[in-house]
């Protein structure tokens, strides 16, 4: 028989399960913070929801607490002075696999439907979550409540999609028969259990503490491993309001709370000590290439999917729609003050300029159209701090302040401090344009991560594809683009991409921009650059976290 979840949500997995399959739009979560579609008091709710964590202990009754912590640093400059249990390591793991037996008991079925309820439930909670992840991360209030919210499910519903699948691959058990000639055939029934590897470790990060979280979280638990969640030190609060739904969800329906805890960690130490225990057979991570790789050499006992730095670029070499390029290109540099991992950093650009609709641009024509253009789009104070939000973090600040003393390149627009009347505390700053050659590789051949970006001289169009494809090979990128109206150009860029490896967008000048990825569609990475060691999501980022466990018997 069906889990009673499973038929209660059974046309979203069908959504989810043909979206993946065809590949084309589709979406379970509404993306727009509307009253008519969560109810005309979801948005007072859910702010005064957030409200009440401010300045006080969040609860979540996990074994092995000993001590508080807090210390999160809001980049509008919001105190929000919240403390978190800290729990004894060993006792969090402890009772994670304890938890896993019953988990395990209810299937596949079981699992998926009561990941359904979760997702349900956190989409429920919207406004409330992305009031958290806004004013954690310096997301403005659209993208925290559409990233940080409906989409983050959305990766969560495709990783549940996608291990629903793969186990359903599985047949729970079988009759074997051999024939014997004149002899009695051998006849054996045969069972197949799908079991968890063991604990999950996901490892959050600083701007995108859903949206990167969900996938590696609802891929290990529903694949029927315990889940421990360990939240970037400055967005703990949007996990630790997922973790107290999925805890409520899963007590609700008979299953220990315990299969999915916070780590809320007060130092490194206490990380690595949690991701090289014996029992940790997952560990998914988002964030800097230090640590990421560490997480990869040093996990021995665990299979890591680690999403690292890389250098995004892309290659102009003519456009027939030169205005709506360079607009596209000023949202891309725009939003979220570059702080994406899929943010474009380096723009080749030939030395002998493009071909537009508007005649032909010198090199030096498109790096002041482009500066232009994003100043324009910037230009209203409403607009601007809509799409740009606050800078994370105080080393984001320093690496803007030391990229625009020039040591980098030719400075074409420099940043701007803008003063956000509804934080006067927010660190808000407009996107920097550096003009440099391509032989200047130490500048932009290593990630800068937040609102920097390289308009790099090159040689001609396939030095250019050449150089995007080195790059992305030796240093990884999650996006690439191009900008031609030569069909050999596009197919030359196309077979790069493919060699090195990375996703690439064609001439986009309308309303998707090329650091955007949407769920069940865009596979966000490919496992197959520096960048990234797998992919949200395939079937790879799911069927590796269970195995089958087989008994055979004579019958």
């Known amino acids: 028989m069906s889990h009673p979840l499973l038929d209660k949500h059974r046309a979203t997995l069908d959504g989810a399960l043909n979206a993946i399959a065809t590949r084309g739009y589709w979406s379970a979560y509404n993306e727009m913070p509307s009253p008519k579609v969560y109810g005309e008091t979801a948005p007072a709710d859910g702010k005064s929801a957030f409200d009440a964590h401010l300045g006080k202990q969040f609860v979540l009754d996990q074994p092995g607490q000993n001590a508080w912590h807090g210390g999160e640093q809001s980049p509008y400059g919001i105190d929000l002075n919240v403390t978190y249990p800290v729990c004894d390591?060993?006792?969090?793991?402890?009772?994670?696999?304890?938890?896993?037996?019953?988990?395990?008991?209810?299937?596949?079925?079981?699992?998926?439907?009561?990941?359904?309820?979760?997702?349900?439930?956190?989409?429920?909670?919207s406004f409330e979550i992305a009031h958290a992840v806004m004013l954690t991360t310096g997301q403005g209030w659209m993208m925290a409540f559409q990233a940080g919210a409906p989409h983050a499910q959305d990766r969560g519903l495709e990783a549940v999609a996608y291990a629903y699948r793969e186990q359903a691959f599985v047949p729970a058990d079988t009759v074997w028969e051999k024939p014997q000639g004149k002899n009695p055939p051998l006849v054996m029934k045969k069972h197949f259990q799908v079991v968890g590897r063991g604990i999950g470790v996901v490892v959050g990060c600083g701007t995108f503490p859903t949206w990167n979280?969900?996938?590696?979280?609802?891929?290990?638990?529903?694949?029927?491993?315990?889940?421990?969640?360990?939240?970037?030190?400055?967005?703990?609060?949007?996990?630790?309001?997922?973790?107290?739904?999925?805890?409520?969800?899963l007590a609700e329906n008979g299953i220990d709370p315990n299969l999915v805890t916070l780590a809320v960690a007060n130092d490194r130490a206490t990380t690595q000590k949690l991701v090289t225990h014996p029992a940790v057979k997952s560990v998914d991570f988002t964030g800097g290439n230090v640590f990421g790789q560490w997480l990869i050499d040093n996990c021995r006992q665990a299979q890591v999917y680690a999403e690292l730095a890389g250098v995004n670029n892309i290659v102009i070499d003519s456009t027939d729609s030169y205005k709506r390029m360079l607009g596209n290109l000023a949202f891309t540099l725009s939003l979220y003050s570059g702080q994406m991992c899929t943010t474009s950093q380096a723009i080749f650009v030939p030395a002998g300029g493009i071909e537009t609709d508007e005649g032909h641009k010198s090199y030096d024509e498109v790096c002041a159209d482009l500066a232009k253009s994003v100043t324009g789009f910037l230009s209203k104070p409403e607009v601007a701090h809509a799409v740009l939000g606050a800078i994370q973090s105080a080393?984001?600040?320093?690496?803007?302040?030391?990229?625009?003393?020039?040591?980098?390149?030719?400075?074409?627009?420099?940043?701007?401090?803008?003063?956000?009347?509804?934080?006067?505390?927010?660190?808000?700053?407009?996107?920097?344009?550096?003009?440099?050659?391509?032989?200047?590789e130490a500048a932009y051949m290593e990630e800068?991560?937040?609102?920097?970006?390289?308009?790099?001289?090159?040689?001609?169009?396939?030095?250019?594809?050449?150089?995007?494809?080195?790059?992305?090979?030796?240093?990884?990128?999650?996006?690439?683009?191009?900008?031609?109206?030569?069909?050999?150009?596009?197919?030359?860029?196309?077979?790069?991409?493919?060699?090195?490896?990375?996703?690439?967008?064609?001439?986009?000048?309308?309303?998707?921009?090329?650091?955007?990825?949407?769920?069940?569609?865009?596979?966000?990475?490919?496992?197959?650059?520096?960048?990234?060691?797998?992919?949200?999501?395939?079937?790879?980022?799911?069927?590796?976290?269970?195995?089958?466990?087989?008994?055979?018997y004579h019958i």
């Open 213 to 249: 979280t969900y996938p590696g979280l609802f891929a290990a638990l529903s694949t029927g491993n315990a889940v421990i969640v360990k939240p970037h030190s400055n967005a703990i609060l949007p996990a630790a309001i997922t973790v107290r739904t999925i805890r409520a969800v």
């Open 89 to 125: 390591i060993e006792a969090l793991i402890a009772a994670g696999n304890a938890a896993m037996s019953g988990w395990q008991k209810i299937g596949n079925d079981g699992r998926t439907g009561i990941c359904l309820e979760i997702l349900d439930r956190l989409n429920k909670q």
């Open 395 to 440: 080393d984001t600040l320093k690496r803007i302040e030391e990229a625009a003393s020039g040591k980098l390149g030719k400075v074409i627009l420099a940043p701007t401090k803008l003063d956000n009347p509804e934080f006067p505390k927010a660190e808000v700053r407009t996107p920097l344009l550096l003009a440099c050659d391509a032989g200047d």
């Open 448 to 552: 800068r991560f937040g609102p920097i970006s390289f308009i790099v001289k090159v040689a001609d169009t396939a030095a250019a594809i050449a150089l995007s494809e080195r790059i992305i090979a030796t240093h990884g990128a999650l996006t690439a683009a191009v900008y031609s109206t030569q069909p050999a150009v596009i197919e030359a860029m196309t077979e790069a991409t493919w060699r090195s490896k990375v996703a690439l967008s064609i001439n986009l000048t309308g309303g998707v921009y090329v650091n955007q990825s949407a769920a069940y569609s865009d596979y966000h990475g490919t496992g197959g650059n520096p960048a990234a060691n797998a992919s949200y999501a395939d079937s790879a980022f799911v069927a590796n976290r269970f195995r089958v466990v087989q008994r055979r």
